[in-house]
């Protein structure tokens, strides 16, 4: 049967899932449970609180679907100029600091690498995961200024304390053409 629009409680698991209503707006099916029915009143009152809900997730979808468009093209550099590009405009410095707790067996294994040799790929990989995330928040933060490039881009890893590895990443929010 699905989920109740407005409290979003699994309607098959629902006790009376034969006394929710479905509302039709916009062409759009919703269901709402009983327990929304009787706390928001008139079935008007439930249509005008759908009909506010369905503009904003349309509204919301629009922004979204704008900032995948705008995420597809971000470009982010370690160098302060963007070669075939011109920066308009300086929006600001955007930052992010993350911290991954090393494990004791990623630091037991780590530790026979450096005795036998090889890489750390427990290690690699918290590291590379830190990296992405690091890098996904300073796009989202520069995409808030407006921006659509970071430049001068800086990643510093540092051992905070014993088992703690944090990473910082910084750099300058443009808006390139």
């Keep these: 049967m699905g989920n109740s ?6 309607l098959n698991a629902y006790f009376v899932k034969s006394n929710a209503k ?30 506010e809900k369905y503009a904003e997730s349309v509204e919301q979808r629009e922004i979204n679907e704008k900032k995948e468009k705008i995420f597809e093209n971000f470009i982010l550099s370690t160098t302060p100029n963007i070669e075939g590009k011109s920066i308009e405009s ?16 990623k630091d037991i294994f780590s530790g026979v690498r450096n005795i036998v040799g090889g890489r750390s790929t427990a290690l690699q990989e918290a590291m590379k995961k830190m990296r992405v995330t690091a890098l996904n928040e300073i796009k989202e933060e520069a995409f808030n200024l407006g921006s659509n490039a970071v430049v001068g881009i800086k990643i510093d890893f540092d051992e905070y304390s014993e088992g703690m590895i944090m990473l910082s990443v910084s750099g300058t929010a443009v808006k390139v053409k």
Excluded at 22 to 50: A, W, Y
Excluded at 91 to 105: A, K, R, Y
């Design 5 to 10: 629009t407005i409290c979003g409680i699994d």
């Design 22 to 51: 479905t509302f039709t707006i916009e062409g759009n099916n919703h269901l709402v449970c009983l327990l929304c029915q009787k706390k928001h009143g008139s079935e008007s009152d439930i249509k005008e609180m759908l009909i």
């Design 90 to 105: 300086y929006l600001g410095i955007v930052g992010s600091q993350t911290m991954e707790g090393i494990n004791i067996f």
